[in-house]
Structure formats: C-alpha cells, structure tokens
C-alpha cells in the first residue's frame, strides 16, 4: 500500500503482487481503476496483459482479474472523475518514446490526457537534471534506474508524490531512469 484514503472501498494505490494461478471475483469498479502491469501477465476476460502495459478501466467497468503465470501490478483505485467513460489499453514495450521539446535529456511516452489530468513514462539520461513545476501534483514510480530528489534516493519501485504547487529537482545517476509519472490529478478532489 502506498496510499489509501478510506475503509474497504478506498481511493487507493497500492503494488499489487498476484501468485501464480491466482484470481478475484468478478467485481465492478465503481471509482475507476488503472494499472501498470510490472512484471508477468496481468490477464481477464478482455485478454492477457504482459508487463508493461497500461490499462484505465473508467467508472462502471467491470472484470474478473487473474494471473496464470502470477504478476506485480501499479494499481490506482477510486481516482477518477465520475463521468470519465475513456477506457485504455496500451502495450508501451510497442510505443517509441518522443524527445521532449522543453526539457534535455528526456524521452516521453504519452499514456492518457484529458486536460484534467496526464500519465505518461519518461525515460531521464544518465546525470541529467529534471526541473519541473507540477501545479497540480505529481506522482512518480520508478521502473528501473534511480535518482536523487534533495537528499531523497529513489530506485526501483520507489514512489514519490509531490503535493499540488510543488517542484520537483532530480538528478538522475550513472544509468539514468525510467519512470511511470502522473500529474495534474491532486488539484482537484476526487469522490
């Protein structure tokens, strides 16, 4: 668990690990749910979802998740706008990432935009500097490599969140990174 707000239904985020053979009862996400698959095959009825694919199912979709081979999921619960109806399902290890017109040293990989909130994953060079200003929040989890936030070290699986008006000041390390980031979605309370 990484952050929960509520009881049994919760705005929740959380790594999620599935054991071989494992799988949970058909069930509705009311909030809406995305997911970042990290290792093995994520699967469910609308098909089998290899690590690193990214998946927003909006409010009122339903499935019966499970894993055959077991995996590690990024999984974000009851964060969406309640009229949000955009569905997602995309397999990053097939996109090429795009150089970043404003910042050195940055490849990005545009996941989902609606103006309200953006997700993406970006690539950092070895030793560069990241500046960026996130009006309306920022989460981040590392996916491989590492950086240094202040006198933070964040490595694989780290997660960081920076609260809406803040900054963050990288400098990446001697392999660089690779990080799945979302901003925008702290300013504005979600139901």
């Known amino acids: 668990m990484l952050d929960r707000i509520g009881e049994e239904v919760a705005r929740a985020t959380s790594i999620v690990r599935y054991a071989?053979?494992?799988?949970?009862?058909?069930?509705?996400?009311?909030?809406?749910?995305?997911?970042?698959?990290?290792?093995?095959?994520?699967?469910d009825e609308h098909g089998d979802y290899p690590a690193g694919?990214?998946?927003?199912?909006?409010p009122t979709t339903r499935h019966i998740?499970?894993?055959?081979?077991?995996?590690?999921?990024?999984?974000?619960?009851?964060?969406?706008?309640?009229?949000?109806?955009?569905?997602?399902?995309?397999?990053t290890?097939?996109?090429s990432p795009v150089a970043s017109n404003t910042r050195a040293g940055v490849l990005t990989v545009p996941l989902f935009s609606d103006g309200r909130e953006e997700v993406r994953i970006?690539?950092?060079?070895?030793?560069?500097?990241i500046r960026l200003a996130v009006p309306g929040g920022l989460e981040?989890?590392?996916?491989?490599?590492?950086?240094?936030?202040?006198?933070?070290?964040?490595?694989t699986l780290s997660w960081l969140r920076l609260p809406t008006g803040a900054q963050l000041d990288a400098v990446t390390g001697k392999s660089?990174?690779?990080?799945?980031?979302?901003?925008?979605?702290?300013?504005?309370?979600?139901a």
């Open 20 to 43: 071989p053979g494992s799988a949970f009862s058909p069930h509705t996400h009311d909030g809406g749910e995305e997911f970042l698959v990290l290792d093995g095959v994520f699967q």
């Open 53 to 58: 694919n990214y998946v927003r199912n909006p």
């Open 65 to 91: 998740p499970r894993s055959e081979a077991g995996c590690t999921i990024l999984v974000k619960l009851h964060q969406f706008d309640l009229t949000d109806r955009t569905a997602v399902r995309l397999d």
């Open 93 to 95: 290890n097939k996109m």
């Open 122 to 129: 970006e690539h950092w060079s070895a030793g560069a500097r």
């Open 140 to 155: 981040v989890l590392v996916l491989d490599g590492g950086f240094a936030e202040g006198q933070d070290e964040f490595v």
């Open 176 to 190: 660089g990174a690779k990080l799945w980031i979302k901003t925008g979605h702290l300013q504005r309370c979600i």
